[in-house]
């Protein structure tokens, strides 16, 4: 049995021919490759491996203490996946999930690559750190202490600056990554999460208010709100950009805003406490549930979804199907 406190065992790289696989062109004829869900379970520091087309958990894989989220490296060879508690970004092959090693950091909980690919930013929510590692080399750059639980982050298109909600603090942030200093810190509501550059504005979930905000990226101004639902956790746009997804975890619905307008077009009751999503090529929508130790696969079009039973408290969640689209791929740009 897997737990909290079961032993990781690593081997080197070498040892995985996977890599070697995924970066050989596939010849003709052959097999596509195996579509796959990993599941992050935060409550028993497991990854739950599910076969998306018999919905099956295929493997559990051990991590040391509390996956949260992931990023995936710029040349899509290598998926981190951000272990905060055990203070380690742990790499599996995006493709098939095969272990990759591990490098050690701090308290890495929110990660993400600035879109130009140069830096690899982190948020250090447990010790209350923003990191700027050199994509490259895994060198830390700069460290910020600009609020108390830095959550959810984005960037401006141009990368140069980056926004960061801050829990605690009740504050979004803003960093020049240019001059590598901080911007402004502005009030945004009460317990700020996700964050999401959209038409030009910052749009930020607040869990305490719940609903979202729409934000100046300039100065930090809110500019308008949206009633969602409470708990308001996560946002994310659709990969045909016509509808943008709010998590509403304490209210257990996800809902389906206009991305020009805001409103809400439909609220679909997910019990469970939904968090984050990953959206498959058949349009289905793929649900952690952070308060059920499941992930549910809703069919927007009807409102109908099913579940799988995977660890406690699952959190983030990457699909291989991703690996198929082009340009930036990132959690919250699906």
């Given at each position: 049995?897997?737990?909290?406190?079961?032993?990781?065992?690593?081997?080197?790289?070498?040892?995985?021919?996977?890599?070697?696989?995924?970066d050989?062109?596939?010849?003709?004829?052959?097999?596509?490759?195996?579509?796959?869900a990993?599941?992050?379970?935060?409550?028993?520091?497991?990854?739950?491996?599910?076969?998306?087309?018999?919905?099956?958990v295929?493997?559990?894989?051990?991590?040391?203490?509390?996956p949260?989220h992931?990023?995936?490296?710029?040349?899509?060879?290598?998926?981190?996946?951000?272990?905060?508690?055990?203070?380690?970004?742990?790499?599996?092959?995006?493709?098939?999930?095969?272990?990759?090693?591990?490098?050690r950091?701090?308290?890495?909980?929110?990660?993400?690559?600035?879109?130009d690919?140069?830096?690899?930013?982190?948020?250090?929510?447990?010790?209350?750190?923003?990191?700027?590692?050199?994509?490259?080399?895994?060198?830390?750059?700069?460290?910020?202490?600009?609020?108390?639980?830095?959550s959810?982050?984005?960037?401006?298109?141009?990368?140069?600056?980056?926004?960061?909600s801050?829990?605690?603090?009740?504050?979004?942030?803003?960093?020049d990554?240019?001059?590598?200093?901080?911007?402004?810190?502005?009030?945004?509501?009460?317990?700020?999460?996700?964050?999401?550059?959209?038409?030009g504005?910052?749009?930020?979930?607040i869990?305490?208010?719940?609903?979202?905000?729409?934000?100046?990226?300039?100065?930090?101004?809110?500019t308008?709100?949206?009633?969602?639902?409470?708990?308001?956790?996560?946002?994310?746009?659709?990969?045909?950009?016509?509808?943008?997804?709010?998590?509403?975890?304490?209210?257990?619905?996800?809902?389906a805003?206009?991305?020009?307008?805001?409103?809400?077009?439909?609220?679909?009751?997910?019990?469970?406490?939904?968090?984050?999503?990953?959206?498959?090529?058949?349009?289905?929508?793929?649900?952690?549930?952070?308060f059920?130790?499941?992930?549910?696969?809703?069919?927007?079009?009807?409102?109908?979804?099913?579940?799988?039973?995977?660890?406690?408290?699952?959190?983030?969640?990457?699909?291989?199907?991703?690996?198929?689209?082009?340009?930036?791929?990132?959690?919250?740009?699906?």
């Open positions: 049995m897997i737990t909290r406190r079961t032993a990781v065992s690593l081997l080197p790289l070498a040892l995985f021919p996977a890599q070697a696989l995924a050989t062109p596939m010849p003709p004829g052959a097999a596509a490759p195996q579509q796959l990993m599941v992050m379970n935060s409550g028993e520091a497991t990854i739950s491996v599910i076969d998306m087309t018999t919905k099956q295929i493997n559990t894989l051990p991590m040391l203490r509390e949260s992931w990023a995936l490296t710029p040349d899509r060879k290598k998926l981190y996946v951000s272990d905060a508690s055990g203070n380690a970004l742990f790499i599996f092959d995006p493709l098939t999930a095969a272990p990759m090693g591990h490098i950091i701090a308290d890495p909980y929110q990660l993400a690559y600035t879109p690919q140069k830096y690899l930013v982190v948020n250090a929510l447990r010790l209350d750190y923003v990191d700027i590692y050199d994509a490259t080399n895994m060198q830390l750059v700069k460290r910020f202490k600009s609020g108390k639980f830095p959810h982050m984005d960037f401006s298109p141009d990368s140069r600056f980056s926004f960061h801050m829990q605690k603090s009740n504050t979004l942030v803003s960093i990554l240019a001059t590598m200093t901080e911007r402004w810190s502005v009030p945004i509501g009460k317990t700020p999460a996700g964050v999401l550059w959209h038409n504005k910052l749009l930020i979930c869990m305490g208010e719940n609903g979202i905000v729409e934000a100046d990226p300039l100065t930090g101004e809110i308008r709100r949206q009633a969602t639902g409470e708990g308001a956790h996560n946002i994310f746009l659709s990969t045909d950009r016509s509808t943008l997804y709010v998590s509403n975890r304490v209210g257990s619905t996800l809902s805003l206009d991305p020009v307008s805001l409103e809400v077009k439909r609220d679909y009751p997910i019990p469970g406490g939904p968090d984050d999503i990953g959206i498959a090529p058949d349009g289905k929508i793929w649900i952690a549930l952070r059920n130790e499941a992930v549910a696969i809703l069919d927007p079009d009807t409102g109908n979804f099913d579940t799988i039973t995977v660890g406690r408290s699952p959190h983030g969640i990457f699909l291989n199907t991703e690996m198929q689209k082009t340009g930036e791929l990132t959690a919250e740009r699906l």
